[in-house]
């Protein structure tokens, strides 16, 4: 009896603690409704709208005002020239100021030009992969790297070259990044790096709006906005984003003077990266530095708002398919057959 | 003055080295494959016409008899005479010889009398590769990432570029034997995390399952000795 009662008086004073307690969390559960019903009404409006197919087409940019984009491009332009020129001198006391190694150093750091080209809302691009003819050589991948001013052997490397099965295509598991013998016989190998999704998964979690779909259908990543927490690293399912780990190097030999904000300039260390489809090439006009590599021409890069563009064709003559349509994001990388095959080496492995 | 006496010094120096190759080259093997550059062309093609009937000659080393133009005859592309000539648009093939890109360019409607789907690809830049000019560009050939040949585009506005077909179709297809065949691969880049093991998935998933079923087994093994005691 005694213990009883003991008990009850315990349980009796436990409960006074938990009442307050449980007042205390329901006190802040009604502000927290409160809060968000008073801040978030036009957000959560908007996210319970219907989404329609003008919705994905036209997706609302995070983009703030381009002047912003602009001072900053200035600004940065002014600071990578100012540390170019110290690497530069660097390399002319070591080699002689005649040697070609000094020009060549000098000449590109005289022309480092950082942009902030806007996107064109009336553009809309996309790339395609004929898989019947890309032989798997990796030149697409240093391509990207030297084009990008992306860190040397740190693994950062954008694009990823998948060797896989001719038939089972859809099976991911087998895929392999690290074979050393191409074409094989039955095998295709499938280049991936950014897909520029319609429906960026990527983009949805990121807590700082660091990282969003363009007009003109790049998604790119504001380094400068981006605070590492590589939640659209795991969000991808294609595994395309980087998370940099080291801090940037500044070689004027190995620098592509052709820069964009959003784009190619020197990451700082800790953020994320990943492909922009060359938006400091594109939106000027050029083609993506892979496009240009390819020795089999297997990648077609294009605006799919215009008729008569590559991209167009492909589409219209061939057909094409994306990896993993399950997942939903729509993806703007597309791969295709072209019935041309580059032969396989005899022998190529089993 | 100075640059001159380069210019005739080269001169001689070039003359030297051919008439060393010509006088060498017979003895050599190499001439046993490239007989042509023994003898200028217009040696024999001054009187002799290209043969309609052939598809085979040693002597240039060409063999129709197979490959993807198995079928053709060399006079199907290289009769300028021939009723070939106005199918060809009167496009006059140029044989031989150091061409410039236009000039290859130039070329192409010749490829085009046949493949007509792909000519209007490349048209249109879905087949081949394209690149950009810039005004006042430059592109400047370097030893990039491990050693690998890459071509920077350097401009003085690097906001006017302009796209255009990167090579002629005779740059990547031998005409003689159009099939591009594959090239050697670059090895994969340092630094990259390799793909987990198969077997490790295995184990791993195992040693999660007997975890799990081991600390069900205890916290049912805990609760039942605190009602029971
Ligand atoms: S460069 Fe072309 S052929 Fe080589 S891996 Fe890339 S896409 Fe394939």
Redesign the interface.
Known sequence: MVEGNGKKIQEGKVDEKRRMAIKIAGLAALLSTIDFAVFDKEEFKKMLKKVGLDDILNVAEAREGLGHYEERAKKKEEELKNLCMAAADKICSEKGFASADCLLAKKKCSKITVKATPPDPNKRYAMALDLDKCIGCRRCEYACVMENNTLRNAGMDWIHIYEMDREGLSDLEGARDDYTVAPKKGKVYVPVACMHCENPPCTMVCPVKATWKEKDGIVVVDYDKCIGCKYCVVACPYGARRFNLFPPKLDPLDLNPNMHILGNIPRPVHVVEKCTWCVQRTRDGGVPACVEACPVGARVFGDLKDPNSPIRRVIEEYGVFVLKPEAGTNPRFFYFFSGAKTPRKEGGGK | MRNSGKILAAIVLITIITSLSITVQPVSASSQQNPQSLYPCSTCHQRLKVNADINYSWYHGVDLRSGAHKGLMCSNCHNPESAMMELRGNISLAILGVHNRSQLMADNLLCAQCHA?IY??YL?????????DCPNGQA?E?K???G?K???????D??????KP?RACVE?HNPHDP?????????????????PDESSITYGGIAVLVTGLVLIAASHFVYKKEHMG
Do not use: M
């Open positions: 789907k209007k690809d249109l830049g879905a087949h081949g590769n394209r690149t950009f400047i370097v990039g990432y491990k690998v890459w071509v920077y585009h350097i401009c003085d690097y906001t006017k570029l302009k796209q990167a990547c099939t591009y065949y594959a090239i050697s691969i670059l090895p994969p880049p340092e630094g990259r995390v390799p793909p």
